[in-house]
């Protein structure tokens, strides 16, 4: 089993800061907050590789709040994006 948190508990801080002080406290893994932390879809992969670079792996990205036609072209990009970045798949 591995240990993580879900990153909107440090809301005011960068992803840099938050990754950087999980890996510090001993964690394994973040699931990331869409909204406060990658705000959108062309930053996907400049905040996974951030988490990453500090030595831990990305549970999931988590967008709450919306609810989105799943096969809308923003939906589709978003599902592609966490696919290539080995996220498996985000939900919406």
Same mark, same amino acid.
């Given at each position: 089993?591995? %240990?993580?948190?879900?990153?909107?508990?440090?809301?005011?801080?960068?992803?840099?800061?938050?990754?950087?002080?999980?890996?510090?406290?001993?964690?394994?893994?973040?699931? %990331?907050?869409?909204?406060?932390?990658?705000?959108?879809?062309?930053?996907?992969?400049?905040?996974?590789?951030?988490?990453?670079?500090?030595?831990?792996?990305?549970?999931?990205?988590?967008?709450?709040?919306? +609810?989105?036609?799943?096969?809308?072209?923003?939906?589709?990009?978003?599902?592609?994006? +966490?696919?290539?970045?080995?996220?498996?798949?985000?939900?919406?």
């Amino acid at each position: 089993m591995k %240990i993580g948190f879900y990153s909107a508990v440090f809301p005011d801080l960068p992803i840099e800061a938050v990754a950087d002080w999980a890996a510090g406290e001993g964690f394994d893994c973040l699931e %990331i907050d869409f909204n406060r932390h990658i705000g959108d879809s062309a930053n996907v992969e400049k905040v996974v590789g951030t988490v990453r670079k500090a030595g831990l792996e990305v549970s999931s990205i988590t967008l709450f709040g919306v +609810s989105p036609d799943l096969r809308s072209k923003p939906a589709r990009q978003n599902q592609g994006n +966490s696919k290539k970045h080995g996220l498996g798949g985000l939900c919406c």
